[in-house]
């Protein structure tokens, strides 16, 4: 019997919020689709912040997910930019919530360093890694980058969720032979 799970990722922006969604058939993950939502022709906030919810509704009901994965946003100087993309990212959060799927946040660094190894990664090697892990063919990547950070949210938390870290039973060697008499040989 095959399992499968899907993941949406989603990279909140006020003016571009990038999606991707991932198929999972036996733990491999395969891209079903990436894309963005441009929202500069909006002058309204408020508006932008509505179309995000319907956006996200509608990619939940059409690839129905099982989790989401969300870009959480990072500190910068300009207070409101950031108040902006937390609002974005709110709104795409309610989203998922309104339709009981469970959340995952991953701050960019963490999703840069998942993906390329390298935590200050680019944009664009994000998105290069992410056509040759998942084998995306040239013509069905996107000249916005914010498509392949959202589907770097969704790959993230593939990894994230396969490789839980293992209980620590030990504190230190000494803990170890204390838990382990048996394992010690004396001479």
């Known amino acids: 019997m095959v399992k499968e799970r899907v993941i949406l990722g989603i990279d909140p922006g006020t003016i571009v919020m990038g999606y991707g969604v991932l198929l999972v058939l036996d733990n491999k993950p395969y891209l079903q689709t990436m894309g963005v939502l441009q929202l500069n022709k909006f002058e309204d906030h408020y508006l932008r912040l509505k179309k995000i919810f319907e956006r996200v509704l509608g990619l939940i009901d059409q690839y129905h997910p099982d989790e989401l994965a969300i870009e959480a946003p990072f500190f910068g100087k300009n207070v409101q930019s950031m108040l902006k993309l937390g609002r974005a990212q709110g ?60 589907l770097a949210a969704a790959v993230c938390h593939f990894f994230q969720s396969n490789n839980p870290v293992l209980e620590r039973k030990y504190s230190n060697w000494g803990d170890y032979i204390k838990k382990n008499p048996d394992k010690i040989h004396k001479k």
Do not use: W
């Not at 339709?99 to 963490?110: C, G, H, M, T, V």
């Not at 935590?119 to 084998?135: P, R």
């Open 91 to 150: 709104v795409a959060i309610a989203a998922a919530m309104e339709r009981d799927i469970p959340i995952f946040e991953y701050a960019p660094l963490k999703i840069k360093q998942a993906i390329t190894g390298n935590g200050s990664a680019s944009k664009e090697q994000v998105a290069g890694v992410l056509k040759n892990y998942l084998h995306i063919k040239e013509e069905n990547m996107l000249p916005q980058l914010d498509a392949t950070d959202g």
